[in-house]
């Protein structure tokens, strides 16, 4: 749950102990962040909720999605599935924490340069512990989509993990300017600054 946030700077003993560890700049840009951060939030939609578990995960093995039209486990290459269809499968076995599964299924999406495709091979690596893959396949999303306020949250939260909170602050802030307040990508980035916990979908 997204901790509630309020005008005032919190003192030090509010802040994650990671952030307390990191170097002078990043830790005053934090504080300075939860000055001017809004007193309350609610997560907006899109990849708001966590991905509910259907017969990909509850029955398919390895790398499978279920088809319906099948009634069946199959290929992600040999189902009926239609490329949105292929992307919740994707979340939904990232979720399960089936990293290796989910990136059997993004090499079946269609479009490899789709700004979601690229989000997805980025957090799939980033969760497998491989950030220089992350970031990689991070910024090629941002560039095919500067909008793509997923990947920038994405890219903040591995930076948090990092210790990197100055440059998690970019991200944040780059959410807000460019339309993404109140979304969920800028309350996750928001709640991991704060609490140093990273969101696993």
């Not at 899109?46 to 790398?63: E, I, L, Q, V, Y």
């Not at 890219?155 to 979304?183: H, P």
Request: aromatic share 10%; proline share 5%; charged share 20%.
């Amino acid at each position: 749950m997204p901790v509630m946030l309020t005008h005032n700077a919190p003192d030090a003993r509010s802040l994650p102990a990671s952030a307390m560890r990191a170097s002078c700049a990043p830790l005053t840009a934090l504080v300075l962040f939860a000055a001017f951060a809004g007193s309350a939030f609610a997560a907006g939609s899109g990849d708001s909720a966590a991905p509910k578990p259907t017969n990909t995960t509850k029955t398919c093995k390895g790398a499978k999605v279920w088809d319906d039209q099948k009634q069946r486990c199959v290929a992600p290459k040999q189902s009926s599935l239609d490329p949105d269809e292929l992307y919740d499968a994707v979340r939904e076995l990232a979720y399960a924490g089936r990293y290796s599964d989910a990136q059997m299924v993004l090499a079946a999406m269609p479009d490899q340069t789709d700004s979601r495709v690229l989000t997805y091979w980025g957090f799939t690596y980033r969760k497998q512990g491989y950030s220089d893959q992350a970031m990689s396949y991070y910024t090629q999303a941002i560039a095919q989509d500067p909008q793509n306020h997923l990947a920038r949250s994405y890219m903040g939260q591995g930076f948090v993990t990092e210790g990197k909170y100055g440059l998690a602050l970019e991200q944040w802030k780059i959410i807000r300017a460019t339309g993404g307040s109140d979304s969920w990508a800028e309350v996750s980035l928001r709640d991991a600054l704060l609490s140093g916990q990273t969101q696993s979908y």
